[in-house]
């Protein structure tokens, strides 16, 4: 028996879903039950804060808005003291490096996905979320905390995986 692979999505990755065609390829995998797909509080926070001038027309938001609950079929994890203490250590793991440290939300979806052993995130963030030094914190602290770490694709290269 086939299991389905556990998946989040992040926030930037949602414009994608403008095209028809994407969105019913999600909704295959959901039926052919290839994925499952997560949300995330933090992330339907986001995507209601879209500000107006990114809005295509008035009904962008509320469009990406049901493409989200469409595909995520009420799975909605919420921010929990255990989501911030593990974005807290990555916080703590990436200062050691030197490096940049990603924003607050990034850490906190990276957090529920190890904590809810999501088996892929998927995000376009390679500005931040995905920069290698993170990355390397995410997986360092994850074995710390004895979390499996998800593997991280691009929008196009789960959009394949999702094909095959």
């Given at each position: 028996m086939h299991v389905p692979l556990r998946i989040l999505l992040d926030t930037n990755i949602f414009d994608q879903l403008l095209e028809p065609l994407t969105l019913?390829?999600?909704?295959?995998?959901?039926?052919?039950?290839?994925?499952?797909?997560?949300?995330?509080?933090?992330?339907?926070?986001?995507?209601?804060?879209?500000?107006?001038?990114?809005?295509?027309?008035?009904?962008?938001?509320?469009?990406?808005?049901?493409?989200?609950?469409?595909?995520?079929?009420?799975?909605?994890?919420?921010?929990?003291?255990?989501?911030?203490?593990?974005?807290?250590?990555?916080?703590l793991e990436i200062q050691q490096s030197q490096s940049k440290i990603p924003e607050w939300n990034d850490l906190l979806i990276v957090a529920c996905a190890s904590l809810h052993q999501l088996d892929i995130l998927v995000s376009n963030d390679s500005k931040t979320m995905l920069l290698p030094t993170a990355m390397q914190s995410y997986r360092a602290v994850n074995e710390k905390l004895e979390l499996p770490t998800p593997i991280f694709y691009t929008f196009r290269e789960f959009e394949a995986k999702v094909e095959s």
């Open positions: 019913e390829k999600l909704r295959n995998g959901i039926a052919q039950q290839k994925i499952i797909i997560y949300g995330f509080k933090i992330i339907r926070k986001e995507i209601r804060a879209i500000p107006k001038q990114y809005q295509q027309d008035a009904s962008f938001r509320q469009y990406v808005l049901r493409a989200y609950d469409t595909i995520t079929e009420n799975r909605e994890y919420s921010l929990n003291p255990k989501i911030e203490a593990v974005a807290k250590q990555y916080i």
